[in-house]
Nanobody, 126 residues
Framework: VQLQAYGGGLVQAGGSLRLSCSAS????????MGWFRQAPGKEREFAAA????????YYADSLKGRFTISKENGRSTVYLQMNSLKPEDTAVYYC????????????????????WGQGTLVTVSS
């Protein structure tokens, strides 16, 4: 599967952005999806995950209540709605897909995902 992430940009602190990640290839509903981010000089870290059906989600503690991940299988797209953005949210955001054969699980580890998008830069100014 090929993933294309987009929607990043420059936003002031307190603002919002919605990232999108479109997938092509195998049936999108057979993938569990995740968003990760990597700030300058830091390792890639988990942000949010969603099960293949879209029924269950999970977030990094620092993002709970501000970020929302959703999945639209009909459009083969996963979204990350980011609200109340802070300067420390500045990073390159990556979407990732993991091939699954049964539902109900989300994944938080970088090594668990099979496919990665190219990343989209989010810059939050203070």
């Amino acid at each position: 599967v090929q993933l294309q992430a987009y929607g990043g940009g420059l936003v002031q602190a307190g603002g919002s952005l919605r990232l999108s990640c479109s997938a092509s290839g195998r049936t999108f509903s057979t993938y569990a999806m995740g968003w990760f981010r990597q700030a300058p000089g830091k390792e890639r870290e988990f942000a949010a995950a969603i099960t293949w059906s879209g029924s269950n989600t999970y977030y990094a503690d620092s993002l709970k209540g501000r970020f929302t991940i959703s999945k639209e299988n009909g459009r083969s797209t996963v979204y990350l709605q980011m609200n109340s953005l802070k300067p420390e949210d500045t990073a390159v955001y990556y979407c990732a897909a993991k091939t699954v054969y049964s539902g109900g699980y989300y994944y938080t580890g970088v090594a668990e995902y099979n496919y990665w998008g190219q990343g989209t830069l989010v810059t939050v100014s203070s």
